[in-house]
């Protein structure tokens, strides 16, 4: 977590982050689009950072977080 912060939150809050939930392929992809902008990223760390990416925000976390909440009716009935 403190690779992270170390890594991404010198341009991005954390939300930016926090509010991807993308495969490890893609975590791996913004990795490398971050370090073409400027991002310092050492291989030591690259492994350790794409799988806490991927176990933290993940596309399966995000398919789980951002399920949209069914509607709740007045009465319950189904005919409202």
């Not at 954390?14 to 370090?35: A, D, F, N, P, Y």
């Amino acid at each position: 977590r403190a690779k992270i912060k170390a890594a991404c939150t010198q341009c991005h809050n954390t939300s930016r982050i926090t509010g991807q939930h993308l495969t490890r392929q893609q975590w791996s992809g913004e990795l490398k689009k971050m370090e073409g902008l400027g991002a310092v990223i050492p291989d030591s760390d690259r492994t350790a950072l794409l799988n806490y990416l991927t176990a933290s925000f993940g596309a399966q976390k995000g398919a789980v977080k951002d399920a949209p909440k069914a509607a709740t009716k007045k009465s319950g009935s189904p005919a409202d």
